[in-house]
């Protein structure tokens, strides 16, 4: 069985800080990696999509992809109170039309701490 | 624009009432999506279409019915739900194709309560 698996938390970081997310994923096929941002009672907000090994950056935020030990991360420099929120990681296996099936972790819930 | 729009915000029904969801995108997106997520746990994925036929149901109860009016609409019937049924429940959409191209976009959300 498919399987992504995210510390939960509460991750704790005093503002200005880095807080960095963690995720691993058993299925070695997954082409496509996301990090969603859900803020308690809202909808999951797309902040990052990495495909490749290596580093993508956005603004504050940094996606890690490294395939061959199967993790995903996010960096956020310069935390902010309003980065406070629950972090969701996804993960899609191999496209073959009708849809795509994301896999997703439980969460991990990020503190920032003034 | 990658805006989903779903409507009703909040929904309160009975047990033996027939309410349906909606949901809209107008990003020419061929892939929509309906989620249920409970409380601290992740989006569930109950339906998928694909061009406007299901192509995936996740052994959902018969009482959740989808419909894929057109490319642009989804809609979720309900009857007879259980109080174990409130939720948020979620709709996205995306592309079809390749690598890059499914990046999932998600609709605010109808909070379900079930009576």
């Known amino acids: 069985q498919k399987e992504v698996e995210q510390n939960s938390g509460p991750l704790s970081v005093p503002e200005g800080a880095i807080a960095s997310l963690n995720c691993t994923y058993s299925?070695?096929?997954?082409?496509?990696f996301f990090w969603y941002r859900q803020y308690s009672g809202k909808s999951p907000e797309l902040i990052m999509s990495i495909y490749s090994n290596g580093d993508k950056e956005d603004g504050r935020f940094t996606a890690q992809l490294n395939k061959a030990s199967q993790y995903v991360s996010l960096l956020i420099r310069d935390s902010q109170p309003s980065d406070s929120a629950t972090y969701l990681c996804?993960?899609?296996?191999?496209?073959?039309?009708?849809?795509?099936?994301?896999?997703f972790g439980t969460g991990t819930q990020l503190k920032v701490e003034l | 624009d990658t805006e989903v729009t779903q409507t009703p915000k909040h929904l309160v029904m009975g047990m033996t009432n027939k309410k349906s969801l909606k949901c809209e995108q107008h990003?020419?997106?061929?892939?929509m999506y309906w989620y249920k997520q409970k409380a601290k746990k992740p989006p569930e994925l109950m339906f998928v279409y694909s061009y406007e036929k299901l192509s995936i149901n996740e052994s959902v109860p018969s009482r959740f019915s989808p419909e894929c009016p057109n490319s642009s609409l989804l809609n979720l019937h309900l009857h007879a739900l259980q109080p174990e049924d409130s939720a948020l429940y979620l709709c996205?959409?995306?592309?079809?194709?390749?690598?890059?191209?499914?990046?999932?976009?998600f609709g605010p959300g109808t909070r379900l309560t079930v009576l």
């Open positions: 996205a959409s995306s592309q079809e194709g390749g690598l890059g191209l499914h990046t999932q976009y």
């Open positions: 990003m020419g997106h061929r892939a």
């Open positions: 996804a993960v899609n296996g191999l496209s073959t039309g009708g849809g795509n099936k994301l896999t």
């Open positions: 299925d070695r096929v997954s082409q496509s």
